[in-house]
């Protein structure tokens, strides 16, 4: 989600180069660690910094760079000091022992724009808001509790998707599409309580492939303040601009019709278990709930958009890449294939405590977010004060990149790294759930993700519906060895190429 993380256009690292390359010889300063005590640093280019490292794929070019100059290192992107970790330890200090002192996100010009001048959960500054907002969605809108009364909106929705499939009667079918689809229309439900087909359910969706594509964009004024009226001329601005005012009024409608309906029907509802966010949002506010009442409007809005922002291509991504690898692995597929259909067997339908039994789709879809965390270089943090890392001295204010997709390839941590093999944790207690520091695609500590249990809920039942109901098949002609699986540049990773398959009834 933020800007820092994007990759850097090739026109523009090429002009940056260009100008750059002029004055190298008079500029170019080796500042490797040459004093105890300071970060290993590579050399850096005047204005760029070390911009130009960070190469298409982030992850790939910062996990290289590592090997070189250690498992923690200092970059300036612009005139952005940040702290990059590659290594178990490395991440454990960060987001364990010093979580505090890394609990801040550094400042984004975007998030700023977007959501409501930052005052959502997961770009807020690290302080009394932030913990009120965590409080607010750890307590009522992503709690254990809650996540299972959204039940029977992921059911009703996987179930569609299984419908779609069948319709195609063993034609091919766009898995990315269809996968992002169910996503979004999952969210749209739980947050809003309706797709809003009225207004064309595709309407949220572009609105959100929008929201997403400049979530992905550079803007040079975070790194390069005064080369900031670029964002301006190549049309940035007005596209962020345009997007924040489409999502505002959206978001605006929403709640309106929320509140009416509430006041209309004196609808106080005591079965909250049928509640969407919006609702539960209103209903705290109404019974004067403190950490509600005093967010204010802009921060309620910004939550909920936070939820779409977070929650939907994140789970898209996973389950993208959990199919493709079981494409690209017939035998892992089959294995998973004959679980599901054993558990589901006697009971002869397949809900969502079916799938939470079922082991090894859980390390298919461990294996996948350690070969493929959706955000690869997680979410930036930033030190909230002056500390310490791996015997380093870390200055308040440092933006700090963990790189999840280097620790889960990591030779020293995992046997055959680049394998996909899920049995690798069958038997096995680490876990992503910000414990185990060589597994943490949701990140870790205090500012960890507090969507896991709806992700896993989601990814779970979604994937196993889909291998309990078809026997899937590369399109005619297509064999495993010419699956493309590169990754598209981006802040989240997703296929480069979109996964076309062939899903074949299976008659239960
Ligand atoms: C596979 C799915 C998901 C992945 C891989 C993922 C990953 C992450 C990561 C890496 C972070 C940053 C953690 C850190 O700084 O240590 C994060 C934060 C966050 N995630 Fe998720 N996430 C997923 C699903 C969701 C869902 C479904 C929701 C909500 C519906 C959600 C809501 C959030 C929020 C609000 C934050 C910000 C927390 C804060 O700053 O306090 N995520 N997520």
New binding site residues.
Partial sequence: MSSMLHTVSLSWVGASLLAATLSLFLFLRWTAAKKPGQLPTPPRLPIIGNLHLLGSLAHHSLARLSEKYGPVMLLHFGRVPTVVVSSVAGAQEA?KTRDLAFSG?PLSSLSDRLFYGSQD??F?QYGGK?RQM?RV?VLHL?SPKQVRSFRSVREEEVARLVDCIRAASGAAVNMSAMIIALTCDI?CKVAFGSKYTEEGGSQIHSLMSELSAVMGMFPLRDHIPWLGWIDWLNGMDGRVKKIAMTIDSFIEKVLEQHTSQRGGNNNDKEDSSMDDLVDILISLDDKEDLDVMSLGRDSIKAIIL??FA??TE??Y??MEWAMAELMKHPAEMKRAQEEVRRVVGPRGNLGEEAAKEMQYLKAVIKET?RLH???PI??P?QTVEDTQLLGYHVPQGTTLFIN?WALGRDVGTWEKPEEFRPERFIDDVVDFKGQDFQLI????????????D??VA??ELALASLLYHFDWELPEGMRVEEMDMSESSGITVRKKSSLIIVGKTVSQ
Avoid: E, N
């Fill in positions: 987001l996100r959960l997961a807020a932030w965590r969605c992503l969210l936070d939820m977070a929650g994140t789970t991504v996973a977010l965390p959706p955000f997680l979410f943090r999840a695609p949701f990140g870790a500590g205090r500012r960890g993700c507090p969507g896991i709806f992700a989601t990814m």
